[in-house]
């Protein structure tokens, strides 16, 4: 994705316009999935989306070199930042630890599960959404950017504006919370397999 992102970035600057629609198209899943979850899925995602491109556009001379998509993760993390405080709502996200490997929901569910497993495994995401209620915006914020695009915490410190140790515990706070949140979760899947 990278190599496909330089040559659109490039020929965006040589004049290409289309080049643009090419660079909506390779981050649109990343980038639109964060905004999704980071609004509970409500109707003003698109909308979202759109601004973070219009922003982009706008100040595409200021971005120099470096991981267009943390740059654009920045855009977008300042925008749902200002709309949230402007209105006062919380936001939900999918969790992920530690590792980049994969989503929170693929960890929980063991893909080799016995046939009890699999008919609690249907309200396994469902559960977890649930409990990523509890998690401040920043927590939240911080583990969509890291499943969904998997940036690095290096990344995610700069685009939160923090040092990389308060994006690490935002990591590790949120985990530990989680964890007690679905502690039932975890029990009862593991008498069941």
């Not at 994969?102 to 249907?122: Q, S």
Request: glycine residues 6%; contains cysteine.
């Amino acid at each position: 994705m990278d190599d496909l992102a330089d040559r659109c970035l490039q020929r965006y600057r040589d004049g290409d316009v289309d080049a643009m629609a090419e660079l909506v198209e390779i981050y649109r899943r990343p980038l639109f999935g964060f905004i999704l979850k980071m609004t509970e899925g409500r109707g003003d995602a698109e909308e979202i989306f759109q601004e973070v491109w219009f922003r982009a556009i706008k100040r595409f001379s200021s971005f120099r070199k470096g991981n267009f998509l943390s740059w654009l993760f920045r855009i977008t993390h300042n925008l749902i930042i200002d709309m949230a405080r402007k209105n006062k709502r919380f936001v939900d996200v999918v969790a992920d630890n530690d590792d980049s490997s994969g989503r929170l929901e693929e960890k929980l569910v063991d893909t080799e599960a016995g046939p009890g497993a699999l008919v609690m495994d249907r309200d396994t995401g469902e559960h977890i959404r649930s409990a990523m209620k509890v998690l401040p915006p920043e927590q939240k914020a911080v583990f969509l950017m890291r499943v969904e695009a998997e940036l690095t915490f290096k990344e995610i410190a700069k685009i939160q504006g923090v040092s990389i140790n308060t994006a690490l515990a935002r990591m590790q706070y949120a985990l530990e919370r989680l964890r007690n949140e679905l502690r039932d979760e975890y029990e009862v899947k593991g008498k069941v397999r």
